[in-house]
């Protein structure tokens, strides 16, 4: 290029850096320097950058632009979606093969006849509350996603699996489906059920109970009640980062009846409650968090209180290992443990580095111990 155009060039990148530069100086004035600035290792250095790069004024068009090209073009998401139809997405857990998945579902099965077996040496009976997955219920709304073959065969493998160790573990997915009739079992936009799925599996559970575990202590009545609906945007909406440029293309969110129970009438012994609890809930997000209410529907159905050591985040093995090493089963076992167990987690690997390796084997030898007298059987 001759020197004209070179300038010419040079003025007009100018021209279109100097408004990203102004954006990026202004956001410099919300940065806020630490206490003890260290300059000589380069630490306010560091400082300055990640506040830069956080606040970087083309960064979030750049991934709304981005975004919306996949979303479009190609109906895709981030990694971990999978786009169905009118509105409904899924995770991508409930679709995908899973790696040397054979052995996982081997060893997480031993787990769980290992955690039976620790559990009845305390006298305690154990219900397994196998969720069904989501494509399981609703498969009308793929689309042109179809399960793989593993995770179309994991809902009948898991359950008859924990029947031959005998282990009690009722059929939800025949009330979740009949009561797709009457309202939905899971939000569109989310992994986890409605307050209404939720409601649906603890009358099942409960009719099991009442049926198998006479509860210790005087029924209770619980009251459920609305008390808002609100909007919910689910979490798998983090995968489609469209928001705020294009907010819009975003599927509509669910509509969600906010629930709460509370005890009918409270009682004399309320300040003794905790240290008499016949059921402890075990489980995931499905259980712990409060926006499904399904520790509260169980209360009501069961008519008795309950301890919910649920934990979101972890997955279903996790927070059964924490109880079982918990003062509270050590000192005061309840009567019945109800572990909620999303079936798409079967044949997934857990974290479990804060446990000790050898208490562990242990377990899980036992559990293989009793899997071979069951194959015996």
């Known amino acids: 290029m001759n020197r004209p155009i070179k300038t010419l060039y040079v003025v007009l990148f100018g021209l279109l850096l100097l408004p990203v530069s102004l954006l990026a100086m202004g956001n410099l004035t919300g940065y806020r320097m630490p206490g003890d600035p ?5 630490g306010l250095a560091k400082s300055v950058e990640r506040h830069y790069d956080e606040h970087f004024p083309l960064k979030q068009v750049g991934i709304n632009l981005w975004a919306a090209v996949e979303y479009l073009l190609f109906g895709e998401g981030r ?63 793929t689309g042109r996603h179809h399960p793989s ?84 945007r689910g979490d798998l909406t983090s995968f489609l980062p469209l928001a705020p440029l294009f907010e819009n293309l975003l599927p509509s969110a669910d509509s969600l009846q906010q629930r709460e129970t509370r005890a009918a009438q409270a009682s004399s012994d309320d300040l003794f409650a905790d240290s008499d609890l016949p059921v402890v809930l075990v489980g995931t997000s499905y259980s712990a968090n409060p926006s499904w209410n399904f520790a509260g529907a169980l209360r009501q159905h069961l008519q008795r209180d309950l301890a919910n050591h649920a934990e979101e985040g ?64």
């Open 314 to 377: 972890g997955g279903p093995l996790v927070p059964m290992l924490k109880y079982l090493q918990s003062e509270e089963f050590e000192n005061d076992p309840p009567q019945l443990v109800i572990w909620e167990f999303p079936e798409r987690y079967l044949p997934m690997s857990s974290d479990f580095t804060d446990f000790d390796p050898q208490w562990l084997a242990a377990l899980k030898g036992a559990g293989d111990q009793q899997g071979l007298a069951a194959a015996n059987r």
């Open 38 to 42: 260290s300059v000589l290792d380069g």
């Open 79 to 141: 990694s971990g979606l999978v786009i169905g139809e009118d509105g409904w997405l899924y995770s991508d857990e409930e679709f995908a093969p899973v790696a040397d998945a054979q052995r996982q579902m081997q060893d997480n099965l031993a787990l769980i006849r290992g955690v039976q077996q620790r559990l009845e040496q305390h006298d305690v009976h154990l219900l397994l509350a196998i969720v069904p997955a989501k494509t399981r219920l609703y498969p009308e709304h």
């Open 149 to 232: 073959a593993l995770q179309r065969s994991l809902y009948p493998h898991f359950h008859r699996a924990v029947r031959d160790a005998g282990i009690a573990a009722p059929d939800l997915l025949g009330p979740l489906q009949a009561g797709k009739s009457q309202a939905p079992m899971f939000l569109r936009t989310d992994t986890h059920w409605t307050p209404d799925g939720a409601e649906v599996t603890a009358r099942a559970l409960s009719e099991v109970v009442r049926s198998a575990v006479p509860l210790r202590g005087e029924p209770q009545e619980f009251i459920t009640e609305t008390v808002e609906t609100r909007a919910h």
